[in-house]
């Protein structure tokens, strides 16, 4: 008899100022790829027990924190404004280093990328982020990476990296597609009515 697989752990940080759409269009892409559950399961995790709010003081209540949610599969890192000060954050940069130790595929969006900087997960990779914060990844990353500026998003196996806000779902769809393949990566974006943009 065929063993049938756990449903992988979708872990999506959130913080004070995070980019709204910068978690939410990866965790729309993330629960409609996950079979109804079956396949993935999907949550928020804050460093706090208390509501979020995001840019625009859009409230967001995390389904757990940091340190009592099961252990990610896959770390999305969102962007936004609060990436500035949260890459400061040793508590959140300690988790996201611990994270993708153990993690299978760390998808970066937008000025994610900082705060993955910052927890010294960079050596050698290839890195995108928004084109406004181009400058500011360039400070701080180590000088093996090479930082890509006309991309949407970068594979480098288990780190991916998206540039600014909407790009953050065409990497989370070629996540879909390595883990479940092609099919449903085109499915989802048809689901989503998303003109899917492929690197």
């Not at 998003?153 to 990497?171: E, P």
Request: glycine share 6%; charged share 20%; with cysteine.
């Amino acid at each position: 008899m065929e063993q049938v697989r756990q449903a992988r752990n979708a872990a999506i940080l959130i913080f004070e100022n995070v980019e709204p759409l910068d978690f939410a269009g990866p965790f729309e892409v993330f629960i409609t790829a996950s079979n109804r559950g079956k396949d993935l399961h999907v949550y928020t995790v804050a460093e706090h027990n208390r509501s979020i709010n995001a840019m625009g003081n859009l409230s967001i209540n995390p389904s757990y924190t940091i340190t009592n949610c099961p252990k990610p599969d896959i770390v999305i890192i969102p962007g936004g404004w609060g990436a500035r000060k949260e890459m400061h954050n040793e508590t959140i940069i300690n988790w996201i280093r611990e994270s993708a130790t153990h993690a299978e595929i760390l998808l970066s969006v937008c000025t994610g990328a900082l705060l993955v900087a910052k927890a010294h997960l960079l050596d050698g990779l290839k890195l995108t982020t928004n084109r406004l914060a181009i400058n500011e990844l360039k400070e701080i990353a180590p000088a093996s990476a090479v930082i890509l500026e006309e991309t949407r998003y970068v594979d480098n196996g288990k780190i991916v990296f998206s540039a600014g806000v909407s790009a953050g779902i065409d990497a989370s769809i070629h996540v879909v597609e390595r883990l479940f393949g092609e099919d449903r990566a085109l499915n989802i974006a048809r689901m989503m009515e998303y003109d899917w943009r492929r690197v």
